[in-house]
């Protein structure tokens, strides 16, 4: 992605219209940042928006930017032949980007999309790059996301490694139950690797047990 007017399906706010105070929030809780950086961000952060269904990032593209998802769902997915596999899904207060394709500067291999209609803070790769040289507690910053980003991903290889699907469920409501219910099922059983089939019977099978 080149750039926010290249997407057709990307609105971008003007910063009167938007208020970054619930992201700053989110980042002095990992590390607390000095008035001048909370000052720069907000000149350089840019609100954007995504409606349902839209990608953030092709499978292929350079990923420029990191996001903060201020509200909605997106997740992320790589094709198999027809088949859609959902590799990860993450909802508000979380950042969604490419490590790999940031970090390395190469083509990303997942596409990113939204699976509710999105409003993210967006930050590009360049001003990210100048926050780490302007601002050194930004890197505290960042290392601690990377942290949680890290450890996100090996709750996703737990869940592969599992073999019983209720289980393979469980954990996901676990670590997971607020999108229980705001996902479409299909994406949920992708992203356990288990059929739709097998899901729809072990949520009545823990349902029933409820009562």
Request: with cysteine.
């Amino acid at each position: 992605m080149n750039s926010f007017v290249a997407n057709r399906d990307l609105k971008l706010h003007t910063h009167n219209q938007t208020d970054i105070s619930a992201l700053i929030t989110i980042l002095n809780y990992f590390h607390p940042l000095h008035e001048d950086a909370e000052e720069h961000l907000k000149k350089i952060i840019q609100p954007v928006s995504f409606k349902k269904g839209k990608l953030l990032l092709k499978a292929g593209e350079l990923c420029d930017y990191v996001y903060f998802i201020k509200k909605g769902v997106a997740r992320g997915f790589i094709k198999d032949g027809n088949k859609d596999i959902t590799t990860w899904i993450t909802a508000e207060n979380e950042m969604v980007t490419s490590i790999s394709s940031l970090d390395c500067r190469e083509p990303n291999e997942e596409n990113m999309q939204a699976v509710e209609t999105c409003e993210m803070f967006a930050i590009t790769y360049n001003d990210l790059e100048k926050l780490y040289i302007l601002f050194p507690e930004f890197n505290i910053v960042t290392r601690k996301l990377l942290q949680k980003y890290y450890k996100d991903a090996e709750g996703r290889a737990f869940i592969s490694r599992l073999t019983n699907a209720e289980k393979k469920y469980r954990h996901f409501l676990k670590h997971h139950s607020g999108l229980a219910n705001r996902v479409p099922l299909k994406y949920i059983a992708s992203f356990l690797g288990i059929t739709l089939e097998t899901l729809s019977r072990v949520r009545k099978k823990i349902s029933s047990r409820s009562f």
